[in-house]
């Protein structure tokens, strides 16, 4: 079987909004803002990647997902994804 990564933020959904409000005076990314489960709310589906994912994914492709988030982030995560796979 063949497989294909995909990575969460920036790839299956669009975190800028999330992003920007976490961006510190110094311009530096303030990681605990970014990475906070209640924010999540924010990012948005990439509807165009999500169908290319299904469409591989339905071909017979093995589909892995990938992230940098933290352990902490495992469920909130899980549970954004199951929303943006729906």
């Given at each position: ?59 017979g ?18 549970n ?7």
């Amino acid at each position: 079987m063949k497989y294909v990564s995909f990575d969460i933020d920036g790839v299956l959904v669009n975190s800028e909004d999330r992003l920007s409000m976490c961006i510190k005076p110094s311009n530096e990314v303030d990681w605990d803002c970014f990475l906070d489960c209640r924010k999540l709310f924010m990012d948005k589906p990439k509807q165009r990647i999500i169908e290319f994912l299904r469409l591989l994914r339905n071909r017979g492709f093995g589909i892995v997902i990938v992230t940098g988030r933290r352990e902490y982030m495992r469920e909130c995560t899980m549970n954004q994804l199951r929303g943006v796979l729906a």
